[in-house]
């Protein structure tokens, strides 16, 4: 009795290895999984890193673009909002594709107090499964000058609640201007 083994060409087979190259690298976080750690750049330029909020409700919020509508909104509305996070042992960090300057200015020009992260790769978005498009660069003024912001990616708008390890909250559906009233809301309930 012959044995038939069937080849596949090389196309096929560099397909199927990209195929399952890309299977292994997407990430799909669902409420309950460890959370991942990660470090990034501050709007200051500092290294931050997720291990040293272990003890925190720790909120981490996907935005696209620094000083952009919706995006402007989200942050200003979690601005508004600090103190009654504080008061449950809320960290906020805010994660965009912006390079260190424009989230320094996005930063001064909204009077923003919570820290925002670098991740021009999409390295943090990546671990998070948050997808990415190109990058681009937009013009503000601020104080009467023009300045050029920069991000190495846009993010899609996502936020986690990470407590004690674990994702306690994914939103992959985010009403921009609301989404810290959700995770208040959220917090009520825990």
């Avoid at 290895?17 to 976080?29: I, N, P, T």
């Avoid at 750049?41 to 931050?48: L, N, Q, R, S, Y």
């Amino acid at each position: 009795m012959m044995k038939f083994t069937r080849l596949l060409s090389p196309a096929a087979a560099l397909m199927a290895f990209a195929s399952a190259a890309h299977a292994e690298e997407s990430v799909d976080l669902k409420v309950g999984d460890a959370a991942p750690t990660f470090e990034a750049k501050t709007d200051t330029g500092e290294a931050w890193s997720s291990k040293d909020f272990a003890d925190k409700v720790l909120v981490v919020y996907f935005y696209p673009a620094a000083m952009t509508g919706g995006c402007t909104k989200q942050a200003c509305a979690y601005r508004d909002d600090r103190d009654s996070l504080a008061a449950k042992g809320v960290e906020v960090v805010g994660v965009s594709g912006d390079l260190v300057p424009a989230l320094a200015l996005f930063k001064q020009a909204e009077g923003l107090n919570f820290t925002l992260l670098s991740d021009p790769d999409g390295a943090v978005a990546k671990k998070f499964g948050v997808p990415t498009g190109k990058g681009g660069k937009i013009e503000r003024e601020v104080d009467g000058k023009t300045h050029t912001l920069e991000r190495g990616v846009t993010s899609k708008r996502w936020t986690f609640v990470i407590k004690d390890g674990k994702i306690v909250y994914k939103n992959s559906q985010v009403n921009a201007a609301g989404d810290s009233k959700a995770i208040l809301a959220f917090l009520e309930k825990q």
